[in-house]
């Protein structure tokens, strides 16, 4: 049974970019966690959800900004591989057209 290869380019340059996109939205959660905690209000009782809120927020924070950075590591090399590919591709389309040679008049093209 054959295997074949089925690269698609496209489908890479979409990976990367929605991966991109995830970064972003995680760099972007203290954004969105200081919202959250505004819009517990100020009453004494909801105290120990906002420090819990804030709780997760610091330690979490570490975490995500080195998982912001493998998201961005692995876009930046699902784009690498996408124009890697492209080039072979490209080398090999190259390759494969035939050359034109000019045969001397009284002589047989090989």
Do not use: K, Y
Request: with cysteine.
């Amino acid at each position: 049974m054959t295997q074949h290869l089925v690269i698609a380019g496209d489908a890479l340059v979409v990976a990367a970019t929605r991966i991109d996109g995830l970064a972003v939205d995680l760099g972007s959660a203290d954004d969105r966690s200081a919202q959250i905690r505004d819009g517990l209000g100020t009453a004494a009782e909801v105290e120990p959800l906002r420090s819990a809120v804030d709780g997760f927020v610091s330690s979490w924070g570490i975490r995500r900004e080195g998982l912001c950075e493998s998201l961005s590591g692995l876009a930046s090399a699902a784009r690498r591989i996408d124009e890697g590919f492209d080039g072979a591709e490209q080398n090999l389309a190259q390759s494969a057209t035939p050359v034109s040679r000019t045969v001397a008049p009284g002589h047989e093209a090989i």
